[in-house]
C-alpha cells in the first residue's frame, strides 16, 4: 500500500457498476427507466446546447433556473417550495456526501438500517464516519426498538431511509414515519424519494416544515436522465446554504442542466410513460405470486424484491443464499441482469418486452 494513505482505505474496494455479461442482455439491476429520451425531446435538448450554452463559459454555479422549475416541479406535490428550499447535486450521490460532510465528519455516526441503498454506508466510510446498522425485521420494517436505543447510545448525527425503500421496495409505514417526526433536533432525518413518481408518496412537507428534515430525490429514474446526473435536496433554507457551502464549485455540467430543464418541461409526456411501468408492476407481481418457489414482496417503486420460498428451498435442496446465486448467475447466463443483494433478488421492471424474457428465463430456471 502507498505509505502516504489513509490505512483504512484498504478495506474499501471501488463501485463496481457491473460484472462483465454476454451481449446483448436486458439491464434490469439499476432500477433505471428501461425507455431512452424520446427523439424530440433529445432534438430539443441538441439545439439548446448549440443555441445557448457557451462550451467554452463554467457552467451557471448557482443553478438559479433549474431550482426554480424543480421548486414549481416538488410544489405540485407539497405546499411552497421556493428556489430557496432547493440545492442541486451531481446525483443525489453527491448529495448524499454533502450530507455526510456538513453533519457527521469528527463529528457522530450515521444510522441506516439494511438492506438499504448501500451508497449512504459506503460514502460514510469513505469520509471516516462510523455506521450503525441497525437491520430490519423479517416483513423489512425498520427494527424500530433497535434503532431508539442506537440514538440513545450514540452520537447519532444523521438516519437515512429510502422511501420507498431500495432493494426491499415498501414505503415508510405509519409507525415509522411516527418514530422519524419525533427525533431530536440534532438528529438529521433524511428522506431518499429517488423512487417518488413510481409510489406517490412524499414526505416533502415534512422537509419544509421540519428544520431537521430533507428530501432527496433524482432525476435518475422515472425522469430517464440517469447518463445526466441530476439530483436534488429539499429542505429550509437554512440546510441548503450548508449543503451549498461543502459542495464543489461548479457541480453540474451545464449541458446537465440543461437536461433536466427540458426534462421537467416536458414533464407530462415523460411521466406518462409511469403508467406503463405500473401495469408491469402488477403483472409481474402476479406472475412471482403465482411461482410456488418464489416469495416476492409487494413493491411500492419500479423493482420487485424476492427471495425463495420454503418450496423452492426444498426444490433446490439448496440454502437460501445458494438458492438465490444459482438463480441470478442462470439468469445471466441467459441474457437477464438483475441485482443479488441484501439476500434476495431484486428485478427493476424493464419493457414489456424485457419483462416477458425475464419470465421465460425464470420458468426455464424453476421448472
Ligand atoms: C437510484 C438511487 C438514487 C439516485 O442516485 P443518483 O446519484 O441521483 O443517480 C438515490 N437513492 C437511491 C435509494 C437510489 O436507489
Redesign the pocket.
Known amino acids: 500500500m502507498l505509505p502516504f494513505l489513509r490505512a483504512d482505505l484498504a478495506n474499501l474496494n471501488a463501485y463496481q457498476p457491473h460484472p462483465p455479461i454476454p451481449e446483448p442482455y436486458d439491464q434490469l439491476d439499476t432500477?433505471e427507466s428501461p425507455i431512452d429520451l424520446p427523439a424530440e425531446i433529445k432534438a430539443a435538448l441538441a439545439q439548446h446546447y448549440q443555441q445557448t450554452i457557451a462550451a467554452n463559459r463554467y457552467p451557471d454555479g448557482g443553478h438559479r433556473n433549474l431550482k426554480q422549475a424543480i421548486a414549481g416541479y416538488v410544489s405540485e406535490s407539497g405546499a411552497g417550495a421556493t428556489a430557496d428550499h432547493i440545492s442541486v447535486g451531481n446525483?443525489?450521490?453527491e448529495l448524499i456526501r454533502s450530507l455526510l460532510i456538513a453533519t457527521a465528519i469528527n463529528n457522530g455516526a450515521i444510522l441506516v438500517a439494511s438492506p438499504t441503498?448501500s451508497m449512504y454506508g459506503i460514502l460514510a466510510q469513505t469520509l471516516g464516519i462510523p455506521v450503525i446498522d441497525v437491520g430490519r425485521t423479517d416483513d423489512f420494517r425498520v427494527n424500530l426498538d433497535m434503532a431508539q436505543t442506537a440514538i440513545q447510545e450514540n452520537a447519532i448525527r444523521v438516519v437515512f431511509m429510502?422511501h420507498p425503500n431500495?432493494p426491499t421496495a415498501n414505503a415508510l409505514s405509519q409507525a415509522e414515519i411516527d418514530w422519524l417526526r419525533q427525533l431530536p433536533q440534532d438528529v438529521l432525518v433524511v428522506i431518499?424519494e429517488?423512487y417518488f413518481e413510481f409510489s406517490q408518496q412524499t414526505l416533502v412537507a415534512d422537509s419544509l416544515n421540519r428544520s431537521n428534515w430533507v428530501v432527496l430525490r433524482?432525476f435518475?429514474?422515472a425522469f430517464r436522465l440517469?447518463a445526466h446526473?441530476v439530483?436534488y435536496a429539499v429542505a429550509q433554507p437554512e440546510l441548503i446554504e450548508a449543503l451549498e457551502k461543502v459542495r464543489l464549485p461548479y457541480n453540474l455540467p451545464s449541458f446537465s442542466q440543461a437536461a433536466a430543464l427540458t426534462a421537467l418541461s416536458y414533464r407530462p409526456a415523460l411521466l406518462a410513460a409511469l403508467e406503463i411501468t405500473m401495469a408491469e408492476r402488477q403483472t409481474m407481481t402476479h406472475w412471482l405470486r403465482s411461482q410456488p418457489a418464489l416469495s416476492p414482496w409487494p413493491s411500492a417503486a419500479n423493482f420487485i424484491y424476492c427471495r425463495l420460498s420454503h418450496k423452492g428451498l426444498a426444490q433446490f435442496g439448496l440454502e437460501q443464499a445458494e438458492g438465490l446465486h444459482h438463480i441470478f448467475t442462470t439468469l445471466r447466463q441467459q441474457g437477464t441482469l438483475i441485482r443479488l443483494t441484501g439476500g434476495g433478488l431484486r428485478i427493476s421492471l424493464g419493457t414489456p418486452e424485457e419483462n416477458q424474457r425475464t419470465r421465460t428465463n425464470l420458468e426455464n430456471i424453476l421448472g
Open positions: 432500477n446525483g443525489s450521490d441503498f429510502v431500495s431518499d429517488a433524482t435518475s429514474k440517469a446526473r439530483g
